[in-house]
C-alpha cells in the first residue's frame, strides 16, 4: 500500500510536469482527487486493512492528498497570471496605428450662402431677423402693397392654410412686422433669411419651397445710390472683387421704382459665355425703393423716411456660385452631391 501511495506520488509529479494550461490542470485535478482518482481507488483498499496500517496508510494517504492539492493549487494561480499577461500583451492599444475614420458633416451649400451673406450684412451694422413660415395674409401681402384682388394674390400660387393664412410667399412679411414693431419709427436696418413657399411644379430651376434673404433699410435720406454702393458690396463679396452691377428696371407692388440687379459674369469677365447666355452679365437679385403706401401703412411717415429693399435667392447665388444645374439637388439630401460640393468648395479656397 506504502509502495502504491508512493508510486502515484512520482507518476503524479511527472504529470504535472506537463501541464501547460487551466484545462489539463483541471482534467488533471479530476484525475487525482476526483471520485474515480487512483487516491480514492486507494482509499477503498484500506478497508482490509488492520486497524494499526490503517492509521498509518490513512496518514501517507492524507500527507499525499494535501500535497497533490496544494500543488494543483499553486500551478493554477501560476497559469492564471500568465494567461492574464498573455491576454493583456494581446490586448495592448497600439497607439501608433491610424485612426479609426469619423465622418464630419458639412455645410449646405444653401446654409454656407446664407451664413456669407449674414457675416456680410452683419458687418455692415444689419440686425439679422426671422418671422413665421406661417404667415397672415394681411402681412404677406395686404401690407405689402397687394391688396385683395390683386393677381400677385391667384390662390393658385400659394399655400392657403385657411382664408386669411398661408405659407409665406416671400420674407418680406418679417419687414412689415418689423416696422410695425417699431414704436418710436427709429431708422431700420435688417435682413430676414428664411424658408419660402409656392405652389411651382418642380423642374430644374424651380421649387415650391426655396430661401429668400431679404434686406430693408428705412431711414431719412435714403436713395438709390445707397442701394447701389450696398449691392455692390454684396456682389464682390459673393463673385468676386472685379465684379460690377447694373440696374435694369423692373416691377414689384411693394417699391418703387423697382429694379432687376445684374452682376457682371464671373466666369468670363463680361465677354460673354454660356453661363451668361452671351451677355456678359447674368441676373441675380430683385430690389427697389421701399413703395410710399408700405412705409406709411406700418406707420413711417413717407414724406420723412425713405428706403430700399431687396430679395437675395440663395438657391440662385450657390447655383451660379458652385456650377449647381439642379435646384432639386439641394432638397434630396443626396450625399454624393454634397461631397461634390465640398470639393467645389475646396477648389474655390
Ligand atoms: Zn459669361
Redesign the pocket.
Known sequence: MKDELQRLSSVFEADIEKVTNLNELNDLRVNYLGKKSKLQEISNMMRDLSAEEKKECGKLMNELKTSIESKINSLKEELEKKELNSKLEKERIDVTLPATKINVGGVHPITKVINDVEELFISMGYDVLEGPEVEKDLYNFEMLNLPKGHPARDTQDSFYITEDTLLRKQTSPVQVRTMLGNKEKTPIRIICPGKTYRKDNDDATHSHEFHQIEGLVVDTNISMADLKGTLEIFAKKMFGENREIRFRPSHFPFTEPSIEVDVS??????????????????EILGAGMVHPNVLNMCGYDSDKFTGFAFGIGPERIAMLKYGINDIRNFYIDDLRFLKEFDKVEKVLK
Open positions: 459674369c464671373f466666369n468670363c469677365g463680361g465677354k460673354g459665355c454660356n453661363i451668361c447666355k452671351g451677355t456678359g452679365w447674368i
